[in-house]
């Protein structure tokens, strides 16, 4: 099993920046991708960006140019640095992390963008 913790959640004026940390621990060996997906209150989960094992990247069209998802293998930690957020940004944040046979998700961490 793998196990995922998000951490750097808070509150955030408009314009500002943060960034998320998943910490995994576990089978960490039977990952293949890690993501960063959010939820909006009333909305559905959305993806937000997702990196692979080789280091490739891919990132919803809403957040592109503004963040980066990067991670630090030897932390076993994924990040994602959140640049130029604004109030449509305001979400839970999941962590998630996935292999051929399994998905795991994170408590999820709160990200408030005021005006």
């Known amino acids: 099993q793998v196990q995922l913790v998000e951490s750097g959640g808070g509150l955030v004026q408009a314009g500002g920046s943060l960034r998320l940390s998943c910490a995994a621990s576990?089978?960490?060996?039977?990952?293949?991708?890690m993501g960063w997906f959010r939820q909006a209150p009333g909305k559905q989960r959305e993806l937000v960006a997702t990196?692979?094992?080789?280091?490739?990247?891919h990132y919803a069209d809403s957040v592109k140019g503004r963040f980066t998802i990067s991670r630090d293998n030897a932390k076993n930690t994924v990040y994602l640095q959140m640049n130029s957020l604004n109030r449509e940004d305001t979400a839970v944040y999941y962590c998630?992390?996935?292999?051929?046979?399994?998905?795991?998700w994170g408590p999820g961490t709160q990200v408030t963008v005021s005006s």
């Open positions: 998630r992390g996935w292999g051929p046979s399994f998905s795991s």
């Open positions: 576990g089978s960490i060996f039977s990952i293949s991708a």
């Open positions: 990196i692979t094992s080789p280091g490739n990247t």
